[in-house]
């Protein structure tokens, strides 16, 4: 009996030892597999240095909102496609100003700052309101003189040779196209007022019947003009953050804030599911907060992809002219693009690529 239980319990004693080596092997294989995957950086369009520079950030040991940080800074200081950071898109007044946003997927701590004026750092200048306040978003001159005092560089003319070339050249063109509606004069410089009262009350009538914004074309969003950088790193902890630098939307009305700085529009990430990042015409996409979306569809157990298509279908069944674009990365690191009106281009950085590789989306 003795030996008998000896010999079961030697017996069990193997078993067991072999499961336990099997389980730790399976464990193991499993990290490997995911570690492998990890650090990963995706960004919006191919903004290869940015992308460069997020991943030397973070496979050398930085945290994932450090990297984003570098990587969006890159682009600040390149202005990738001659627009985020300063010197690109310019307002009525031919100003340049910034929105940007920081988040932390594994605290949900988020630092922005909107049309932010006269500091070049947008990126920079929303961690210090993550960092160091309990706010989430400064805007304006107040966010200008909070980064100064900060230690960001400014109060700095955010405007270049080419942003007023622009601008005056829209000037002489009667200042078309721009973002008004419902006012006089139509085809000309302001000062602006409102078309009329009775005019006003029978549009808001229509809007009713046939949701009127479902004529707009994003026409001032095109493959020259998006502006837009939102990247999203895991770190080697698998720790998610996100960020988004963008200076917005060439010809808005001063004071305009876009999907940049909302968290939820232009980026979202949450370290118990996965990121997403959005480019395309913020004062639409802002409506949906689409990043929120795919985040919270990823939660229920969506692909990547199918997240992101159903984000952007969402938005184009309201908005069937809108133009934008969403990428879509789970915990794990599987990664995918949906696009509406143009074709969509994101980068992507991993361990197994020697370089950052570039996927195209179509509409
Ligand atoms: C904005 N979403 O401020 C930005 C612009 C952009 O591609 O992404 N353009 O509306």
């Known amino acids: 009996m003795a030996t008998t239980t000896t010999t079961i319990g030697g017996k069990n004693l193997l078993v067991g030892i072999v499961v336990f080596f099997t389980l730790l092997s399976?464990?193991?294989?499993?990290?490997?597999?995911?570690?492998?995957?990890?650090?990963?950086?995706?960004?919006?369009?191919?903004?290869?240095?940015?992308?460069?520079?997020?991943?030397?950030?973070?496979?050398?040991?930085?945290?994932?909102?450090?990297?984003?940080?570098?990587?969006?800074?890159?682009?600040?200081v390149l202005r990738c496609d001659g627009t985020v950071g300063p010197g690109g898109s310019p307002d009525e007044n031919g100003e340049t100003t910034i929105d940007a946003l920081v988040m932390d997927g594994a605290t949900m701590e988020v630092g922005a700052v909107a049309a932010m004026r006269y500091v070049k750092d947008g990126i920079r200048a929303a961690r210090l309101v993550m960092q160091h306040t309990e706010h989430t978003m400064l805007v304006g001159e107040q966010a200008s003189i909070f980064a100064i005092s900060m230690g960001l560089a400014g109060p700095t003319?955010?405007?270049?040779?080419?942003?007023?070339?622009?601008?005056?050249?829209?000037?002489?063109?009667?200042?078309?196209?721009?973002?008004?509606?419902?006012?006089?004069?139509?085809?000309?410089?302001?000062?602006?007022?409102?078309?009329?009262?009775?005019?006003?009350?029978?549009?808001?009538?229509?809007?009713?019947?046939?949701?009127?914004?479902?004529?707009?074309?994003?026409?001032?969003?095109?493959?020259?003009?998006?502006?837009?950088?939102s990247m999203a790193v895991i770190d080697k902890m698998g720790h998610i953050a996100v960020g988004t630098s963008t200076n917005g939307a060439t010809f808005k009305i001063p004071g305009r804030v876009g999907d940049g700085p909302i968290a939820g529009s232009s980026s979202y990430a949450d370290n118990e599911v996965?990121?997403?990042?959005?480019?395309?015409?913020?004062?639409?996409?802002?409506?949906?907060?689409?990043?929120?979306?795919?985040?919270?569809?990823?939660?229920?157990?969506?692909?990547?992809?199918?997240?992101?298509?159903?984000?952007?279908?969402?938005?184009?069944?309201?908005?069937?002219?809108?133009?934008?674009?969403?990428?879509?990365?789970?915990?794990?690191?599987?990664?995918?693009g949906a696009c509406h009106g143009w074709t969509f281009q994101y980068s992507v950085?991993?361990?197994?690529?020697?370089?950052?590789?570039?996927?195209?989306?179509?509409?």
């Open 274 to 336: 996965g990121a997403c990042g959005a480019t395309g015409d913020g004062d639409i996409m802002m409506r949906f907060l689409p990043c929120y979306q795919v985040v919270e569809s990823m939660r229920l157990g969506m692909e990547p992809e199918l997240a992101a298509k159903d984000a952007i279908l969402r938005i184009a069944r309201k908005y069937p002219n809108f133009v934008g674009a969403i990428f879509a990365v789970n915990k794990h690191g599987v990664h995918a």
């Open 157 to 229: 003319n955010l405007s270049s040779t080419e942003s007023l070339e622009k601008w005056m050249k829209w000037k002489k063109n009667d200042c078309q196209p721009n973002f008004r509606k419902h006012v006089l004069p139509l085809d000309s410089c302001g000062p602006y007022h409102p078309k009329g009262t009775v005019d006003l009350i029978r549009n808001k009538c229509l809007m009713a019947n046939q949701v009127e914004t479902i004529t707009r074309r994003s026409d001032h969003v095109g493959i020259d003009n998006h502006d837009t950088i």
């Open 26 to 76: 399976m464990t193991l294989g499993q990290e490997v597999e995911t570690s492998g995957r990890f650090p990963l950086v995706v960004s919006t369009w191919p903004f290869l240095e940015a992308v460069r520079a997020a991943w030397r950030a973070v496979d050398g040991g930085f945290s994932a909102v450090d990297a984003v940080v570098e990587g969006c800074s890159t682009c600040e």
């Open 349 to 363: 950085r991993s361990p197994e690529m020697d370089d950052v590789e570039v996927f195209t989306v179509l509409p």
